[in-house]
C-alpha cells in the first residue's frame, strides 16, 4: 500500500514559478512509476508528467513541456513538479499518483492517488 501527499500549491501570478512535492509512504517508493495528473473545474483530470524509477526517463504533455520539470528522490520517497512560467490555463487541482505498471499516461495506468493541491495563476 503506497500513501502519496501532495503539497506546495498556490496562488501565483502569471509567469511566476511553483514547485509541488509528493511524499510518499510505503514500501518500494523506488520501484513505482511516479505520474502528475491535474483537472481543472468542468474538465477532465490529464496527463502532466511522469517519470520512472531510474529518474531518468521522463514523460511531458505537450501543453507543459519545456515549462515545466519533473524529478525524484527516492532516498526521500518524494516527488516534485517544477513549474515555470505558469499561465492561467494551469489553474487545476494537480495529483501525484503511483503505479507499479509500465504504463504511465492515462488515469487509468495508476493505481494510487493523492488527495490534491489546489494551483491558480491569476491573468
Known amino acids: 500500500q503506497v500513501q502519496l501527499v501532495e503539497s506546495g500549491g498556490g496562488l501565483v501570478q502569471a509567469g511566476g514559478s511553483l514547485r509541488l512535492s509528493c511524499a510518499a509512504s510505503g514500501r518500494f517508493f523506488s520501484s513505482y512509476v511516479m505520474g502528475w495528473f491535474r483537472q481543472a473545474p468542468g474538465k477532465e483530470r490529464e496527463f502532466v508528467a511522469a517519470i520512472r524509477w531510474s529518474g531518468v526517463d521522463t514523460y511531458y504533455a505537450d501543453s507543459v513541456k519545456g515549462r515545466f520539470t519533473i524529478s525524484r528522490d527516492n532516498a526521500k520517497n518524494t516527488m516534485y513538479l517544477q513549474m515555470n512560467s505558469l499561465k492561467p490555463e494551469d489553474t487545476a487541482v494537480y495529483y501525484c499518483?503511483?503505479?507499479?505498471?509500465?504504463?504511465?499516461?492515462?488515469?487509468?495506468?495508476?493505481?494510487?492517488w493523492g488527495q490534491g493541491t489546489q494551483v491558480t495563476v491569476s491573468s
Open positions: 499518483a503511483a503505479t507499479y505498471g509500465s504504463s504511465w499516461s492515462m488515469v487509468t495506468d495508476y493505481n494510487y
